[in-house]
Structures are given as C-alpha cells and as structure tokens.
C-alpha cells in the first residue's frame, strides 16, 4: 500500500507520534509506538510545516524561501513514506 | 557503536493471567528482590542519557507497581516516548487519568479472544469484560491504543472476528502475534502451534482487513516462526538497538536471553552505559564475528544476525548456532519435525493447555511478590 501525496493535501504529523529533539543524538526525532525516526534538517523542517493547514505546495514554497534546492517531488516521497507508516495524515484541502 | 533506541522496562513479574504462552522467565522467584522507584528513575536517566527514546513499560502486569505514574512522570520529563503494555487489570479510570496527566503517550491491551469464555480461559481468570471496558476508556480518554493479541491454535480461526472486535473498540493498532516458543510457550508448544491450514486462512483475514480498514487501523500480523524460511532478526540484532531491564536490575540484550549461559549484567553493580557498551554479555554476540557458518558467510547475516540466540540455545544447547528456523541451518530437521506434528493431528491441544502458574501480589501494598512459584496444574 502506498499512498500518493497531492499537492492539496495538509498534511500534519497523527495522533500517535510526536516530534521531538535528541539532544543525544543533536537531531530531531519522530517518537511512534513502533519506532522512531531520526530526522536530518530538512526532514524536520517539513514535518514542523505539517500542521494542517498548509498545503504541500505551501510548504515547498517556505522550503525553497530557507534551502537553494528543494525537488518538490522529494517533499511528497518523504510525506509519502510517513503517511504508509500513519505517521503523517493527509488532508484533503 | 550503535546506541540503542528503545528499552523495555520489565516493572514486575507479578501478573494476575495465568496465559499458557508466558514469556518470562520460569524462576520467577529470582526476581522478586524488585527495582526501587530511585533505582528505577536513576536507570531511567541512564537510559536516556545513552540514547533509548521509547520506553516501553511491561512486566509481568506493570499496573501492579505503585509507583507507575511516577516512573511515567519521570520517563516524560527525561524525553521518553512512554509506552504501557498491559492486561488492563487494574487500569481504574483514576488510574488511567493520573497516568494520562503524568504523560503516558501510548497504551497497549492485550486480549486473548474476542468473546469472553475463551478469552478468560486462556488467561486463567475473568479478564475479557474488563479487557474491553478498559479499552473503551483508554478511547473516551483519546488515548492512542493499540490491542495486542497472542495468537495460537486456539484462537487462530478467530481472527476475524477478533479483528471485528478490535475496530468496534476504536483500536488505533492491532498486533496478532503468533506464539514465540520460549519459557512456559515452550511447555504448551505442541498446544499452541497452529497448523498450516489454519496459517493460510489467517493470512487471507488479515489480507481482507488491510484492504478494508485502511487508514483507519494498522495491522501487524506475525505468523510463526518455525514456518518462515529465515529466522527472525531477533531485536534487530544483538546488543544494537534494544535492551531489557528485568525487575530486580538485570539487563538483558532480549527479554528471553536470561535463559541463557552468560554472566550477568546489573543496574545494581553497573551503569546502564558500561553494561552497552562494556559487558561481556552485551559483547558475546554483537555484530558477524561470532557467527558459525552457514551464516558467517551468508549474504543474509546483516539482516538477519542468525536468528535468535535463546532459540538457538533452547533447541540445540548451543546459544553460538544458527538458528533452527533457517532453512539453511544444519539443525533445520529439529524445526521441522515439530511443524510435522503440529499438522498430523487435528485434534490436539485444548487439555494439554498448562497455564501459567504465577506467584501473585494480590491487592497487598508490599511490592515484592511474596509467594513462590507453585507447582504446576492442569486444565481438566
């Protein structure tokens, strides 16, 4: 099962995980039941977009005003690979 | 080297079920000298400090700690993802409440059937009403559930409806894990295995459901490993990403490696980051070079790791062997002639079921299990 990721949705992270730091490790985490993400930096800065309300093309947008290459395609692969694990839910704008 | 990402906290050993399938240890005994709540914070501190993110707090029946919803305070100041593993016995709503206000993230059910004869048979005790008032409350509390269920012999042809069960809780996750042959299991295999006529139909139940109760409930479904081709990568790998605390400080690299011969390691001797890092029995099988053949040189050994050591030592006496469960391994044979048996005969089982016998704490305030482990009995 795979999901699609389209640029309406407004995605925020689910119920079931947190996002949080480890200062052990100096990265941002994503806490689950099952597992745990460790997240680079522009991981983490997406998924703190993900609240929502902003849609993906929003969140590309605000990515590519912060970083010089943002593929917009890698926003949806990564939100993809969440939503297959629940950990982000996709709402339809 | 690798910094582990999640501990389980065995509290107590004490438990009010009695399932035949229990996984700890057999000398409860042992165990009943239990962590204080200081040694228990400061093992906590430790843990974080070596990197574990998700603590996850079982027993036994942790509910039966007094001191829980202080640990879970505790774990949540330090940055744990908390998680509780219960039977819910004893999961009052005031319980729930004080444990929801000190941060508990995530709760875990386990049910033994979905109807309740079979389920309160299994457990040895009246369990299933209050099983799923308990789950009903952890959802009106907007709880994130998940509901864990040993699957065997004689609940396999009821995945369904158990699956039925689960979504009408409002279960977020459901895990039908099938049986692991360690400790009491191992006593009741011969019960438990299911056939493999009863695998097929499960995985179509659990085939169907995915399709229908996608997004809306995840399913992990875990057939038995005795019928896999590969052996499980047991923890993910010796000493790499988890650990165990037992209730009187031992720490373990899996729950079930008590059972095996190596020296102890204690939170009462040691720091938690000597035990990881330092311990002879954190070394012992940590990374490929231990590994005998056919798995040093198997293409398998970084995704694997052999297998599990403590079904390697409990089926060969030899902890340093591949495990019996891979095909490739030369003690294939001792697998394979249990998974024979469990599919000549139809009609085994139900009054070969030896239920725990599990010394209890009762409603007594005193924290060590007073009782020793009584001798074993027979369902009629």
Known sequence: MSVTVQATNRPRLARLVRLDWDPVRES??????????????????ILRLCDGDRTVVEIVEELRARYDRVASDEVGEFLGRLADKRWVELDDG | MDRPFGMLAELTYACP??????????????YSNELATEEWQRVLAEAREL???????????????????????????????TNLITSALGLSRRRAEELRTAGLDH???????????????????????????????????????????????????????????AEDLGADRIELANTQYYGWAKRNRAALLPSRTQLDRAEDV???????????????????????????????????????????????????????????????????????????????????????????????????????RCQAFQLTSD???????????????IV?????????????????????????????????????LGSERSVP
């Open chain 1, 28 to 45: 941002h985490v994503v806490l689950a039941p099952e597992g745990v993400l460790v997240l680079n930096q522009t991981g983490a800065t």
């Open chain 2, 17 to 30: 079920l009695h399932c035949p399938y229990c996984s700890n240890p057999l000398n409860l005994a042992d």
């Open chain 2, 51 to 81: 990197g574990v993110l998700q603590l996850h707090l079982s027993g036994g029946e942790p509910l039966q700690r007094r001191d829980l919803v202080e640990l879970v305070a505790s774990a949540r100041n330090l940055g744990f993802y």
């Open chain 2, 107 to 165: 709760v875990q059910i386990s049910i033994q059937a979905d109807e309740q004869s079979l389920s309160d048979r299994i457990a040895g005790t009246p369990s299933y009403e209050r099983k799923v008032a308990a789950a009903r409350m952890v959802k009106e509390l907007d709880w994130p559930l998940t509901m864990n269920v040993v699957i065997h012999r004689h609940n396999i042809d009821r995945m369904g409806r158990i699956l039925d069960l």
């Open chain 2, 206 to 308: 659990v085939r169907a459901a995915r399709r229908r109760l996608d997004g809306k409930m995840e399913i992990i479904y875990v057939i038995p490993d005795y019928y896999s081709k590969f052996p499980k990568p047991c923890m993910g790998g010796w000493g790499k990403n988890q650990l165990t605390v037992t209730p009187n400080g031992n720490v373990l690299p899996c729950p079930a490696a008590h059972t095996l011969e190596l020296p102890r390691a204690t939170v009462r001797e040691h720091s938690l980051a000597w035990v990881w890092e330092e311990s002879p029995l954190f070394q012992r099988f940590r990374g490929t070079e231990w590994m005998p053949e056919p798995c040093r040189s198997c293409d398998r050994r970084e995704v694997d790791f052999g297998g599990c």
């Open chain 2, 319 to 333: 902890a340093a062997r591949t495990d019996p469960v891979c095909h490739l391994s030369p003690d294939h044979e």
């Open chain 2, 336 to 372: 394979a002639e249990v998974v024979r048996a469990a599919n000549q005969e139809t009609d085994k089982g139900e009054a070969e079921l030896v239920p725990r016998v599990i010394p209890g704490r009762g409603t007594s305030t005193n924290h060590s299990p007073t009782g020793s």
